[in-house]
């Protein structure tokens, strides 16, 4: 090829830095996107065929020169960055976020900025709904089946109370009260002649709306306990007894007897026979509700310590519970490490609305950019394969945080400089081919 040859090569060093110049740039002007990942580029050398015509001599191979081999993306993780945005997630680990467009087409990526579109969709800003596995009305989370995350669930149905559950201390040393009737409960439930201890329980009819009731405990025999229970008489249809002057209306009564020890022997009614209300409005009328206060001894077969006691100390309800709800709205989300999303209503119920799953890659390097933080597979990606965040190879999902962009601007600053010392080497190899080249010519003068 002779002294021309250094021309190609320098000029195939100068295309090769060049290449390199812009993906440093690209790097650069990507350090704060979320998710990007920065990309290398591989250079490879150029051999002529060999000069020689015998011996295998290998110092007669004339170089010539540089190309690009590959552009290498690096798939290390970036820092997390904590944000205000529930739906914000980040990947620490392997895997990628699924997202589709309209048409279902998949793309993948570890930019996890979501919120919710009017459609009660999650999708990233450019509008690609987040891939994963639906929940039921009930909350179950379908698992086999892979597609939009949808929030379909923006209210909670009222749930009615079915069940009360009491525990604390009637005091031992209280009086019996020897004139103790319903009629008299009723005019003056709060008169110590007619109940000695009571606390209120707001229950919930079978569309969600609330109730107050109030349980007033009266010690009738020794060892023994009436419990009654005290509803508005303009809240109810039918009642045992109501007192139209004061308003009140007795809806639920029973007894609780206790060994000589204090401890909750017999209930009656028993743990299994619920007492029947019947409120105004309720779409079930009347709605059974069962009043538990323990596993008592005769009765359930129980110790008779985890419910109502009777001790010495003062009367106290230290545990009081019932299960019904008011109906309610979505008011916030919350995902967990795997991925399992649970909305919190305005009624203090919880319930699964859905479940991020995420995708790797035997060779994730070999995934297509197509811009935007998007990725799509190629043949040499390989088969993506699906699955549960922290199971197996796959990361976990962090809510309320971002992956910052992996590029290290120091080391992507060096590199500039050293490139940019590369392309400086090269344009000179062409303006000294170029001297000497002209001192040839002027041989011939």
Do not use: C
């Not at 590959?70 to 980040?90: C, E, H, K, W, Y």
């Not at 987040?130 to 892979?146: E, F, R, V």
Request: aromatic share 6%; proline share 3%.
């Amino acid at each position: 090829m002779g002294i021309t040859s250094a021309f190609f090569s320098a000029t195939s060093g100068i295309n090769a830095t060049s290449r390199a110049l812009t993906e440093i740039g690209n790097n650069i002007a990507n350090a704060q996107t979320i998710g990007f990942k920065t990309r290398t580029v591989s250079f490879g050398d150029l051999f002529g065929a060999n000069l020689g015509l015998g011996g295998a001599s290998s110092a007669l191979v004339e170089g010539r020169g540089v190309r690009v081999l590959g552009v290498d993306p690096s798939f290390t993780q970036g820092s997390l960055q904590t944000t205000s945005n529930a739906l914000d997630l980040a990947i620490d680990g392997d895997g990628f976020f699924q997202v589709s467009d309209a048409s279902g087409l998949p793309f993948f990526t570890r930019a996890g900025q979501f919120n919710v579109d009017a459609n009660g969709n999650i999708v990233s800003p450019a509008g690609l709904r987040l891939q994963g596995y639906q929940a039921d009305a009930a909350g179950n989370i379908n698992t086999g089946s892979l597609g939009n995350i949808t929030f379909t669930t923006v209210q909670q149905i009222g749930i009615p109370t079915t069940e009360t559950v009491m525990s604390g201390n009637l005091k031992a040393s209280e009086p019996v009260l020897t004139g103790f009737t319903n009629a008299a409960l009723l005019a003056d439930p709060s008169n110590s002649a007619n109940s000695q201890f009571s606390n209120g329980i707001r229950v919930f009819d079978t569309l969600g709306a609330g109730h107050d009731l109030t349980v007033y405990f009266s010690k009738t025999a020794v060892n023994e306990w009436t419990y009654s229970v005290i509803a508005q008489d303009s809240e109810v249809t039918a009642s045992i007894a109501n007192n139209t002057t004061t308003g009140n209306a007795l809806v639920a009564q029973g007894t609780l007897t206790f060994t000589s020890t204090g401890l909750l022997d017999v209930e009656a009614p028993g743990a299994g026979s619920p007492q029947n209300i019947s409120f105004v409005g309720g779409s079930t009328v009347p709605q059974p509700i069962l009043f538990d206060f323990g596993t008592s001894i005769t009765t359930d077969g129980g110790t008779g310590t985890d419910g109502m006691l009777q001790q010495g100390s003062a009367s106290v309800l230290l545990t009081l519970s019932q299960d019904g709800f008011a109906n309610g709205t979505l008011a916030s989300t919350s995902i967990a490490e795997d991925g399992l999303i649970q909305g919190r209503f305005t009624n203090g119920t919880t319930r699964n609305l859905g479940q991020v799953a995420l995708t790797r890659f035997i060779n994730p390097d070999g995934l297509q950019p197509i811009g935007k933080n998007l990725f799509i597979q190629s043949g040499d990606s390989g088969t993506p394969l699906v699955g549960t965040p922290g199971l197996g190879s796959f990361g976990k999902v962090i809510a309320s945080t971002l992956e910052a962009s992996n590029v290290d601007l120091g080391e992507e600053l060096v590199n500039m400089i050293i490139m940019q010392r590369g392309f400086q080497a090269n344009s000179r190899i062409i303006t000294t081919t170029n001297d000497l080249l002209g001192e040839l010519v002027n041989l011939a003068r």
